[in-house]
């Protein structure tokens, strides 16, 4: 292969999943808000298709990372389930069954030789604790999430190094408590900042229990994983630009800054003051958040957000929401993944990578998350029953090219993580949609390696395309 896009000989080439998406929910403890939600309203998942078995990593999970090795991923993200390891909340008693697992799959990970970077919370918060405190609207829940964090680091710190709070944060606030796609789907502006708030709170307590650790002592690291949504302004227009500038210090700078600044952003504080949605906090939380800070950041970028001024006069009988201060704008002509509905725009990945450099102190960071999702994609399996996943390989490298381009420049990237490893299952779409190097038949839970796998694979063995 000749190379002209060539990455550093220890750059993190690897995969992303999580724990609910793909264990199943054998020999679990308790349930989380969506194993609730699935048990309560099944019809609401695609194809009615539920946790309860996923890609069966809680039984493969052996030969999962060994198909991982083949490709040649040097590292993987996942999960760890609040609701598996832990036994009693408020006590942090564990269970042992989830001990035991999640010993046997670092310990797997390290035999095979890849790098495991565990996640304390991706969406799948216990719902007793939901139902018992309202869940992240709780600030004692953000304390149980402490001592959580806690006994992860003191189980399996002596051989994980790597360590991510939260995936994707936002999502959580905008799926519980803005825009319905996630249990409970409330409609609750003022809750949401303060949810928002709780998480970055919950965030900079995990990071001191870290720090405290025998973990940090042994030369670990701890950081958080945010999807960024870069916004647009639709033109050079005043009130598109601040719109805009709305959009961007709430979906991205709201958690970015508390993450690596260790404060909140002053212009979107002041205008959710004025809204009166601003959240409760206190001087010692403040302290907290500004002392314990993120040693790396993971991105993930899918798509992304394009912002224009208010046409449409905002209606505040339906309670606050982000959208007071902007429009959504539709560019036309713009690449769009019809199965998501998302718009495929790759230059994103440097103007982000160029924003962490210049704005962000140019910290550590990765791509924890890219890719593309395709519904159907059994209609790609050829007479050999392998998937020629073509689209994928192209996905890939146009963002690859523009990553390389932003390191060129002086950007401080150390990895690119695929979603996902082994296709998963995916919230309230289930399998709707594939997005693995490695496809599963549900019927069978065969797992076999796509074309954009090899692909990788040549990609991992030359270090570059």
């Not at 220890?10 to 998406?21: I, K, L, N």
């Not at 609701?83 to 009693?88: E, F, M």
């Not at 310990?107 to 304390?120: K, T």
């Not at 936002?170 to 996630?182: I, K, P």
Request: aromatic share 16%.
């Amino acid at each position: 292969m000749s190379v002209t896009h060539e990455f550093p000989k220890d750059f993190w080439w690897g995969a992303a999943t999580s724990g609910p998406q793909s264990e199943g929910r054998f020999h679990k403890a308790h349930r989380s808000v969506f194993d609730y939600w699935f048990d309560t309203e099944p019809a609401a998942f695609f194809d009615g298709i539920g946790p309860n078995v996923a890609s069966n990593f809680y039984n493969d999970y052996r030969a999962d990372i060994a198909l991982m090795k083949q490709i040649g991923l040097n590292s993987v993200r996942t999960s760890i389930q609040w609701t598996r390891l832990i036994k009693d909340f408020e006590t942090g008693e564990t269970d042992p069954d989830g001990v035991r697992f999640y010993n046997n799959v670092i310990d797997e990970f390290v035999r095979q030789g890849i790098r495991p970077v565990l996640n304390l919370h991706h969406f799948d918060l216990p719902v007793e604790l939901y139902e018992k405190y309202g869940g992240w609207a709780s600030k004692h829940v953000v304390d149980l999430f402490a001592l959580f964090a806690k006994r992860c680091f003191e189980l399996f710190g002596d051989r994980v190094k790597d360590w991510v709070t939260f995936n994707e944060p936002m999502v959580v606030v905008e799926g519980e408590y803005l825009y319905e796609f996630h249990y409970p789907k409330l409609v609750d502006g003022k809750q949401a900042c303060q949810v928002l708030y709780n998480l970055n709170l919950a965030s900079a307590k995990a990071i001191a229990e870290f720090r405290k650790s025998t973990c940090a002592q042994l030369g670990g690291r701890i950081g958080i994983v945010l999807n960024l949504t870069p916004a647009y302004p639709r033109s050079d227009q005043p009130e598109d630009v601040a719109a805009a500038k709305f959009a961007e210090d709430y979906k991205n700078n709201s958690f970015l800054d508390p993450a690596v600044h260790g404060y909140f952003t002053k212009d979107l504080v002041d205008v959710l003051k004025t809204d009166g949605v601003l959240w409760e906090s206190t001087t010692e939380e403040i302290e907290l958040i500004a002392k314990n800070t993120v040693d790396f950041l993971g991105i993930n970028y899918y798509q992304p957000f394009r912002a224009q001024r208010r046409e449409i006069p905002y209606d505040d009988a339906q309670g606050w929401l982000p959208e007071k201060h902007f429009q959504q704008y539709h560019m036309p002509g713009c690449r769009m993944n019809p199965y998501r509905g998302w718009e495929i725009y790759p230059k994103a990945i440097y103007d982000i990578a160029i924003h962490v450099r210049d704005h962000l102190s140019n910290i550590p960071w990765y791509i924890s998350e890219n890719g593309m999702g395709v519904e159907g994609e059994e209609r790609f399996r050829n007479a050999d029953g392998f998937i020629e996943d073509d689209y994928r390989i192209d996905f890939i490298k146009e963002h690859l090219q523009w990553l390389h381009k932003a390191m060129q420049e002086g950007s401080n990237c150390f990895g690119y993580h695929l979603w996902t490893p082994i296709d998963c299952w995916s919230w309230s779409n289930a399998y709707k949609n594939r997005y693995g190097l490695i496809a599963l038949d549900l019927v069978t839970q065969e797992k076999t390696i796509k074309k954009s796998g090899l692909w990788m694979h040549d990609v991992i063995q030359n270090h570059g395309f």
